[in-house]
């Protein structure tokens, strides 16, 4: 059997891709296993690392809005789609899984094409245009998320790590605490903002360092690259600052509450961890990250914070006393992880051999 998975471009499409690949082979030790991507995807360094195959094909970006740009669509997506069909036929795929982006449409249409059963995983909460297409090829549809309005789509959660979803918060807590430089036993916030950083979130906390330190919290602060500033103390809490977190799940474990912006893996990730968080969806865009966060913060996991109202002033009024009521992040914490789902990639592992095997026969 052989499964082909469309995921390229960035993260957030990478990264369930793999999850699903790990969850097959564990089902199916002898699964064979081909990402689709494009040269300047970080899928060219994540897949053979996690030691799968390769295939690249051309990029087929679609303005957002009308420009000269979409003039070339069309030619783009013809050779794109003869690029990905010849990766299925010499593969001899049994299945096309797509995770939108860049890569999925020109694989769904090559599928169609070829008779390749097709099944498609949303991770956001709004779907978009890719998925939105394979949609309509398929009615082997998957969501990360309650409602999905996507035709078909049934609720089976994010593909994640298995650092992630095996992650026992309170057991590893003093040990991640120590490695990251921490206190034992102070409230802890977590901020985060992707590789970049994120310039609201770390103007807010540093402007919001001598409150954070008055209310007894330490702070772990991934600012991004060449974005660390130094918060520079003599006494008080600690505040450990780096560019980048290269152990998230160390990170989730030494945290009590986090505040990051609201991609669909992070908003994920953090509720199958059962860690409160404060959402802060940029403020542009289409809308998704601000709908990435509902569910949980409905649920009673997280609190969502518009842009333009994450300040020093707001650190210091909300989130330092928040840290500090332990019953309310206790709570906070019980929700999260109630509405998380650990099980995402073994849940569409399931789908897709299903589909596969329902295709051999």
């Known amino acids: 059997m052989h499964v082909v998975l469309a995921g390229g471009g960035t993260?957030?499409?990478?990264?369930?891709?793999?999850?699903?690949?790990?969850?097959?082979?564990?089902?199916?030790?002898?699964?064979?296993?081909?990402?689709?991507?494009?040269?300047?995807?970080?899928?060219?360094?994540?897949?053979?690392?996690?030691?799968?195959?390769?295939?690249?094909?051309?990029?087929?970006?679609?303005?957002?809005?009308?420009?000269?740009?979409l003039l070339k669509v069309p030619a783009r997506l013809v050779g794109a789609v003869r690029a990905a069909a010849a990766v299925l036929r010499r593969t001899e795929a049994d299945v096309l899984v797509g995770f939108g982006g860049y890569v999925a449409a020109p694989a769904y249409l090559a599928a169609r094409r070829l008779g390749v059963p097709v099944v498609v995983h949303e991770a956001n909460a709004r779907p978009g245009l890719a998925n939105r297409l394979g949609a309509r090829l398929t009615h082997h549809v998957a969501g990360a998320w309650p409602d999905t309005p996507l035709r078909h789509a049934d609720y089976v959660g994010m593909p994640l790590r298995r650092t992630i979803t095996t992650l026992d918060r309170a057991g590893v807590r003093a040990a991640a605490r120590a490695e990251l430089g921490l206190a034992p036993d102070l409230p802890t916030l977590l901020v985060f903002g992707g590789s970049q950083g994120a310039r609201r979130l770390n103007l807010a906390v540093h402007g919001g360092a001598d409150a954070l330190a008055a209310a007894g919290v330490q702070v772990l602060h991934a600012a991004g690259r060449?974005?660390?500033?130094?918060?520079?103390?003599?006494?008080?809490?600690?505040?450990?600052?780096?560019?980048?977190?290269?152990?998230?799940?160390?990170?989730?474990?030494?945290?009590?509450?986090?505040?990051?912006?609201?991609?669909?893996?992070?908003?994920?990730?953090l509720a199958a961890v059962g860690l409160p968080a404060a959402y802060v969806p940029l403020p542009h865009g289409n809308g998704e990250q601000r709908l990435n966060a509902e569910p949980v913060v409905r649920a009673g996991g997280g609190l969502l914070v518009d842009?333009?109202?994450?300040?020093?002033?707001?650190?210091?009024?909300?989130?330092?006393?928040?840290?500090?009521?332990?019953?309310?992040?206790?709570?906070m914490g019980r929700a999260a992880a109630e509405f998380g789902r650990r099980d995402g990639d073994d849940r569409l592992a399931a789908l897709v051999l299903g589909v596969a095997e329902g295709e051999r026969r």
């Open 226 to 269: 060449g974005n660390v500033v130094p918060v520079e103390r003599t006494s008080g809490p600690p505040y450990v600052a780096l560019e980048y977190l290269d152990r998230m799940d160390l990170a989730y474990a030494a945290a009590d509450v986090a505040l990051c912006r609201a991609g669909a893996m992070t908003c994920a990730e």
């Open 11 to 69: 993260a957030g499409h990478v990264e369930p891709a793999l999850a699903l690949a790990d969850a097959l082979r564990r089902a199916r030790p002898d699964i064979g296993v081909t990402a689709l991507g494009t040269e300047r995807g970080l899928e060219t360094r994540l897949v053979p690392q996690r030691g799968y195959d390769l295939a690249l094909i051309p990029p087929v970006p679609v303005p957002r809005r009308p420009s000269p740009a």
């Open 307 to 331: 842009d333009a109202d994450c300040t020093p002033e707001w650190v210091a009024s909300t989130l330092a006393p928040l840290l500090a009521d332990a019953p309310r992040l206790e709570a």
